[in-house]
């Protein structure tokens, strides 16, 4: 298992030498575009598991220079510009973004499948540091 790798590899993904803290009592996603039940559903079980990372007794072998820490991470904005389909089909679209800034990400995706996608991908960013925090 790998620290802040993502499996699958994306497409693309631009890797920088800086980091941002996360604090699970701190952190919310937020919906700015279509939303359904699957939709909160996926935000449920995603916030279970992230700050189960965050609150695990054991603690991993990595830990980051406090000059490599640019800011705390708040908020993953998710924007899903179409409305949810009720199943996968052939032809439906799994693309996404992720783009994070200082304080906070963006979650870009067409459909409910790119969101639940990217919402795995932002999960394996998020990993336990040596004193517990993420």
Known sequence: MTNGQVWPKPVLQHIYDEYLTFEPENFHFNITGYSCDDLQDAFKRYNSMLFLKATKAFKQ??????????????????????????????????????????????????????????????????????????
């Open 61 to 134: 072998n990595t830990s980051l220079s406090t000059d490599l820490i640019i800011g705390k991470m708040e908020v993953l904005n998710v924007q899903m510009t179409n409305p949810c389909e009720n199943y996968p089909s052939l032809n439906m679209d799994e693309k996404y973004e992720i783009k994070i800034n200082n304080s906070s990400g963006l979650l870009l995706a067409s459909s409910i499948w790119g969101i639940l996608r990217g919402l795995e991908t932002f999960s394996q960013l998020i990993y336990l540091g040596t004193d517990g925090s993420t």
